[in-house]
């Protein structure tokens, strides 16, 4: 009895087990058959993302002017933007941006998650997918419709204004544009954030829940204590994506600038400086030095993310 | 030791392990904590506030488009008033300067099927590839990739067109189209989930078979990788038709534009002192813009979530 029920998985591992055999001199041997399947990605990642980088690396070691034509000069761009009181601005301006925004953002987004998850929620699947909707809305259409509903024309500022007697400050305005931004950004992504946690706290195993209520702990101490260690990759995920989001902030306030011309300027953030050098002045060198620079700081910040987020867990 | 012995014992075994994951799904089903499942109404408050938020500029994008442009400037925006305009709003939209709102939504149709879909599949080659080869190079092939995560792809953007205007590429579809065949995420999301999806078992009985290793892909490893690609479709799809930045740079022609770019350049145009002011074609049109994007996402977001978990596990 005992020999014959075990037979027919003992005939499975044995068939699997012999496969792998005949296969590692097949491995050991230089094969090149996975670059048929690599190749394709990798021509078209060569063409769109190494070689622009190396073109700009090219640019940014040059100038164009009216004397002298296209010369070499070294790290002279270079020292041109670190000195730039433009661009530091539109960096000051970005980290400001990712030190209040990303947190907010992240934070609802994990109140959210932790939320539906719970199990105490009247409709959870209809608050996740509705809160994971704006994902789907393009940045152009959320800034054009938040920034009508900021107007203070016939805005619903502007509405409120009228209805109750009072003036909320203009959110376009110099002091509140920043603030504005980030509620945008803000709506977009919390949803987006959200299902990344929740998609994290649905491969809990359940057991782990029981045994904690078994040995006693209320739900805050399960989440303390087992939810929150296993979103930590999902939140360093969403924190790095953050990161990369809030130093190339470009949509929002470029087209928010049409309907707020004196707030915004044309180096509002560091992308925004980048574009109006290339595409309004010309300085195509200057503005691929931005680009590099604005991409080395921001690769050198999600490394420090990733590096703090990782460093926690042990 | 009969045979009927035997086929007893099997046909437990079977239903051994097919009850306990009837068990287990039962547990999911009740949800995580089996213990305390009462419905807090507090939480939902909250939640509902949240909801509200992230509905209601929706709802003004709705509202809004039902009303002409004197209504539009003044009403109150919440709420419908005038006349049900949002028939003639669309048919405004769909004709003004010759239907050129056509001609955008047509090509970010062609942006989308073409920029997505050869993105899913380039992902779907190569995170193949990757997970199911070993070849010279693969190291430098992931340390590539993975660095490209985190280079932001607006800050290339400048590059790439200066680039891409060198060789003659900018304002012709394939600007728009060939940057975003890329999707490291993509790649990333289709390797993790063929290490598993697709038994390395499988592949060697089809060798065994004479299959070649294309017709073993297309014949039986995309079928079983059929739920990974969903998840980057939607990932891409969601990107191109949201593609504003790079076809904003690349195309200077009005007649390429997507209808991201497009609809910039109507609000654009109406703020403009002296420019036609359409404000009702910018949010009419605006609603017309994600009523596509939206219903699709609507449709395909479960696939989405599954997905995103299966690239969590791993990471």
Redesign the interface.
Known sequence: ?TT??TL?PSGQTR??QA??RP?KPH?QK?????????G???I??A???????L??IY?SFFKDQLVGGNSFVGFENYGQALTDPKFWESMGRVTLFFVVQVPIMLG?ALF?AL?????????SSF?R??????????????T???G??YGT????VG?LNE?FSIAIPNPLGNTWVLAAIGNIVT?EF??YNM??F???????P?DL??AA?LDGAG?FR?IRSIKMPALR??IV?GG?FSV?GS??L??EPS?LQ??APNTISTYFSP?MY??NL??SGQQ?NY??TI??I??LI??VI??IVQNSGSRKEA | ?STT??TQ??AE?AKAPRMSRYT?EK??G????????????I??I??GA??I???L??F??FV?STKTQAE???S???WFSGDFALWDNIVATLTYNDGVFVRWFGNTVLYVVVGAGGATF??A??G???A???????KA?FA??LG?V??????????????FSQMGLTNTPWAVI??S??SPFG?YLIWTYAMDAVP??VL?AARMDGSG??RT?FTISLKLLAPGLVTVLLFTL?AT??N??LPL?MLSEPTWYP???G??QW??QA?TVGGDVI?NL??TG?LL??VP??V???FL?RY???G??AG??K?
């Not at chain 1, 063409?47 to 980088?53: K, M, S």
Request: net charge positive; charged share 10%.
């Open positions: 009895m014959l029920s027919p068939s699997s496969q792998p296969r491995v230089r094969d090149w058959t996975g670059w048929k399947f690599v394709p990605f990798m078209v990642f063409l769109v993302l190494i070689a622009p980088v073109y700009s640019l609802i959210a939320a539906i998850d719970s199990a105490r929620l009247h409709l608050f997918i509705a809160i994971f909707l704006p994902y789907a809305v393009p940045a152009v259409v959320a054009l419709m938040w009508f509903m024309k016939f805005g619903l509405n209805f709506w919390i949803g299902i990344l929740y998609a994290a706290l649905r491969v809990i359940t829940y029981e209520s739900a399960i990759p999902a995920i790095i990369i130093f190339q470009f949509n087209i049409s309907l992308n980048a574009y290339s595409f195509y503005s691929a680009a590099i604005v991409g921001t690769a999600a490394y | 030791m012995d035997q014992t099997t075994k287990s547990k999911a009740k949800s995580n904590q089996g213990l305390h499942t009462k419905k807090s109404i939480l939902t909250v939640m949240l909801l938020y992230s509905l500029p929706l003004w994008l809004n539009l400037l003044n109150f925006g919440l380039l992902a080659l190569g193949y590839g990757l199911k080869f070993n070849f010279p190079g693969k092939v590539v990739v490209a985190a280079i932001p792809g607006t800050a290339l953007a400048v590059p790439t067109f200066l680039m060939l940057p065949l890329i790649l390395t078992e060697e290793e294309f892909f969601v038709w949201n504003y930045f740079i209808l991201t770019v609809l910039k609000n654009m703020q404000y910018v949010i605006s813009t994600i994007i939206v699709a996402f609507l977001q989405w979530q599954s995103l978990a969590s596990v990471a």
